[in-house]
């Protein structure tokens, strides 16, 4: 068995954990005895495969290194040649073998393709996605855009990528208190030192769960299995990043930007906002983060602002006054549709507004997809899982860039 084989079948094993002890924790509950044992079994033939693939990559190592000291020729790396290539074609070769990886596996690959996905193998920590293999460029930018399309944070926040996940430090200072002064002749100028603090952004990987496939389809060539799994995948991880975005609680996963705001006011009414409170929202936001600011809500609040009536029965979204703004702005603001939002009732936090460019959302490396090929054989259905790793948190140093009205 070949060492990717291996390491493909090792990752299989540490899925299955881990599904046994999700089951056990969607239930609130310990191993019974039955999962107890295929725990163990599985357990058993990770470390099988681990001891096996530590010896064959030692040897290897010791083989190359004889090699270079009898001055073997070196053959070019994948990485070599690509390096001479047009990157648009090295790009559409490695588009090609995924695809090629996603259909028919290992097997399905020649040396050099394997050698491709050796090279880009995953080095992420933790073992979940160990094994699963970084998605070429264009399929990582399909998965980004499926997550967008349900994710009314993402479309909202300050998104931006790093390579690795380790944790990086946010500086944050609160100046707003600090005044200059008139100076008089050779008068020296005072010292008013500014406090600064930072905040910790971290990575939180997130999965799809598992996505199975007929093999009918894989083996079709009119299925786009890339649209396929990025769609499903990305959607997945989109929703349930969203509701993180929006109200996670910032303890081992992110700070929504609901739990990194403020209060701007208590509406009068636990099921009603009215136009004027909204006008409240806004200019409880300090004027220096209203430019390039926005309301959010979920569609059914946005049902109920598009309701609002002026005195004399006119629809406030509608009146030619420019009350509600041009079209597709409220107050002159734009706005996004977010359903991981609470609705209208006792205590809840229906509406946001302010400075979302203050709302920071970190994606940590690229989307990782792992195949397992034998684990649903009997139903003739290959598996795929996507793995992705975020953070977020809201960049306040006491200034309040965001806030969100209270229902009473």
């Given amino acids: 068995m070949k060492v990717l084989e291996m390491k493909e079948k090792r ?15 969607l239930a609130k509950r310990d191993m019974t005895s039955d999962e107890e044992i295929e725990w163990n079994k599985w357990d058993k033939e990770h470390n099988e495969l681990d001891k096996k693939i530590g010896r064959v990559e030692v040897l290897e190592a010791r083989q190359a290194k004889v090699d270079a000291e009898q001055g073997a020729p070196v053959e070019k790396t994948t990485e070599d040649r690509s390096q001479c290539e047009n990157p648009e074609e090295v790009q559409k070769r490695r588009l090609e073998t995924f695809g090629k990886y996603l259909r028919g ?3 399905s690959l020649d040396t050099e393709e394997r050698s491709a996905f050796q090279e880009t193998r995953a080095q992420s920590k933790g073992t979940n996605s160990e094994g699963g293999y970084t998605v070429p460029t264009d399929m990582a930018n399909q998965i980004e855009d499926a997550m967008l399309s349900v994710s009314g944070a993402r479309a909202i926040g300050n998104v931006f990528r790093t390579a690795s996940g380790n944790p990086i430090d946010y500086p944050t200072s609160n100046d707003t208190g600090n005044v200059g002064a008139l100076l008089a002749e050779n008068v020296a100028a005072g010292e008013e030192d500014v406090v600064y603090s930072s905040l910790q952004l971290n990575s939180y990987t997130y999965t799809s769960k598992l996505i199975r496939i007929s093999n009918q389809l894989l083996e079709d060539s009119k299925f786009d299995i890339f ?3 990025a769609g499903l995948g990305g959607e997945r991880i989109g929703r349930a990043t969203n509701a993180a975005f929006t109200t996670g609680t910032g303890s081992s996963q992110p700070q929504g930007f609901i739990t990194g705001a403020t209060s701007g006011l208590t509406a009068a009414s636990a099921t009603a906002i009215t136009f004027d409170e909204l006008i409240s929202l806004e200019h409880s936001v300090d004027p220096s983060y209203r430019a390039g600011a926005a309301f959010t809500f979920n569609d059914t609040s946005f049902a109920a602002i598009k309701k609002l009536k002026d005195g004399d029965g006119n629809y406030l979204w509608l009146a030619p006054n420019g009350r509600s703004g041009a079209a597709g702005t ?8 977010n359903q991981s939002m609470a609705s209208m009732a006792t205590g809840l936090k229906p509406v946001a507004f302010g400075a979302f460019s203050k709302f920071l959302i970190r994606d940590s490396g690229t989307p990782l997809i792992l195949r397992m090929s034998e ?7 290959t598996a795929f899982v996507m793995f992705t790793r975020h953070d977020s948190k809201v960049l306040d140093a006491g200034t309040n860039p965001i806030k969100y009205i209270t229902m009473l």
Avoid: M, P
């Fill in 227 to 229: 649209a396929h799994i």
């Fill in 330 to 337: 409220i107050l002159g603001y734009k706005y996004e549709v």
């Fill in 375 to 381: 684990r649903f054989g009997e139903f003739n259905q």
């Fill in 105 to 107: 596996g290992f097997a």
């Fill in 11 to 25: 990752s299989e094993a540490t899925a299955r954990q881990q599904s046994i002890l999700d089951a056990a924790d």
